[in-house]
Structure formats: C-alpha cells, structure tokens
C-alpha cells in the first residue's frame, strides 16, 4: 500500500528512515517533519536533505522507501 511522505508522524528525535535509490539501495535519510512543501530530513554524517511531501513511499526494511516511478 502506497502513501505519502505528508502522512508520517513528525519525529524530531532519531528521525524516521526514508531509503532511496538515488545512489545505492541502501542509502536513507532520516525524516523529522515537514517544512512546507518539503520535509526536513538529515543524512548520517552531517548533511540536510528536502523530500517533496507529496512523494509516494511504502514501508520498506525498518522505515519506508520512495517509491520511483
């Protein structure tokens, strides 16, 4: 079953994980909450990273994964 990004709880603390494909399937940012139009995600590491809110995700291993068309 398919949702959106927007439909997540907001997690401010560890961040919830959204894996994509961009780069290497095992490759994820973590989710805190929505700015907008956008999301306010973190990369391990250091980094920041913005997910459209309207992106389609699935649950995916131990978070949820973006679904590419």
Same mark, same amino acid.
């Given at each position: $079953? @398919? $949702? ?18 961009? &780069?290497?399937?095992? !490759?994820?940012?973590? @989710?805190?909450?929505?700015?907008? $139009? &956008? ?12 997910? !459209? ?6 649950? &995916? ?9």
């Amino acid at each position: $079953m @398919f $949702m959106k990004l927007y439909d997540l709880p907001r997690d401010d603390e560890a961040g919830i994980k959204i894996y994509t494909d961009v &780069y290497d399937e095992e !490759a994820y940012v973590r @989710f805190h909450h929505l700015d907008g $139009m &956008y999301s306010y995600c973190t990369v391990d590491g250091g980094g920041v990273a913005h997910i !459209a809110a309207s992106a389609p995700i699935d649950v &995916y291993k131990d978070g949820y994964r973006i679904q590419t068309p």
